[in-house]
């Protein structure tokens, strides 16, 4: 939800006039390159498994972070230069109203480049991308409602920049599905722990997309452009609710594997009552996996998701009506301890696999393949003088394809980018 610039006052006025004796609890965050597998939980935890001021004696902690980049890309020989990009600048407010009835929110400055290799496709705004209520009843029946940030895969719910070791989002998962989706909505969510296993869920309705899914300047199916819809916190186009499950389960020394699904109506099928198109759905299922090597410490995150549109038949085939992708995160820690007088320091080498297929499957017409994918590859190292910050330097080869399977065009074909980025909580 965009909200206008009179908030800056007021957030710059929230830190002018914090309590001096506030304090930082670190031990609420755990990141990829400094956190053993076996304490880190659960993904659907990192919500609020971020460090945080605490104000003084009052119930109210606060918190944010920070992300920043330089980037050099070229594709196909064609380049505009050296760019700067202040991405994103995030403010999170929790409160303890009482025993066992929480309160978080998260407000964001974002301009991000979300596109191939550094395309803009997105004007900077600021947003309420969180602002829920959670009431604790058992811990394995637990009610959260308020703007929430829909559960589907792992990356929509732990996106932090501080948290990885790339400059950029994983392409499926800002470009394919839509990264920080949130939506108004209740739901359901618990945990059980049993000796080293973990298991969670949670389950929710909320509203959800829109005709904007089909009918965008993407000319494919591009569930992103829900994104851009404010009316969506206040309404929703079909009439019916989006449905978002999710199932995870962690075992010591062996990982957390997730299972998630996100479905629903998307299109206005009806008009004052009276039906005017056909119900059509979409539905998305997703799989997670994260594990941390128990010897090396070599951190493994990887993410696939399918998706299945009904596209109305007058669409042309360029609309396939299923999409596939996800990315895997390899990260080594080559020196973890005391690095230039900082004692919980790393340096890390990392590399990231990524594929997107948006038109998954072949023409009616010739039985042929339908192409429109794109694969890359990202290696990097970064450095972290403590677990909260990050500096990381990655470079980029990418391929892209055409629904023909052609490679040469605009934004299609060989890119190469060189980006180097900060991202920090604080």
Known sequence: MKISIFFLP??????????TNAQI???????PAAADSAKRGLTMDAIYNRPFLKLGKTPVSIGGYMESNWQYASTSGITVGNQFQFRRFSLFVASSITKRIHFLSE??????????????????????????????????LNFRGGMIVNPIGAFNQNHDGPKWEFTYRPIAMTQMLPDTWSNMGFGLYGKQYIKDWMFGYEFYLTGGFNDSIIDNPQGKIFLPAAKSNP??????????????????????????????YMGGLYNTWRIEGTPVDNKRSVRVFDVD???????????????????????????????????FGGFIDIVQPLVRGKILGWDNASFNLAVRGEYVDWNLGNFTSTGTRMYNDLWSVMPGVSFRPTPQTVLRFNCRHQRSRDITGNTIGANIGPTGAFSFGLSTYF
């Open 289 to 323: 996996y994260n594990t941390t090597l128990p010897v090396l410490k070599t951190n493994i995150v990887t993410e696939w998701a399918w998706i299945f549109v009904d596209i109305p038949p007058n669409y042309i085939q360029q609309y396939g009506n299923k999409q």
């Open 107 to 140: 407000i964001e400055y974002e301009n991000d480049p979300t596109g191939d290799a550094g395309e803009s496709n997105n004007a900077p705004s600021f947003e309420i991308e969180y602002a829920a209520l959670d009431i604790e009843f058992h811990p394995l």
């Open 25 to 31: 609890d670190s031990s609420l965050l755990k990141t």
């Open 10 to 19: 007021l957030v710059v006025s929230f830190f002018l006039f914090t309590d």
């Open 231 to 260: 009316s969506r916190f206040v309404s929703t186009s079909s009439g019916e609710p989006l449905f978002t499950g999710k199932i995870s389960i962690r075992k010591e020394k062996i990982g957390e594997l997730g299972l998630s």
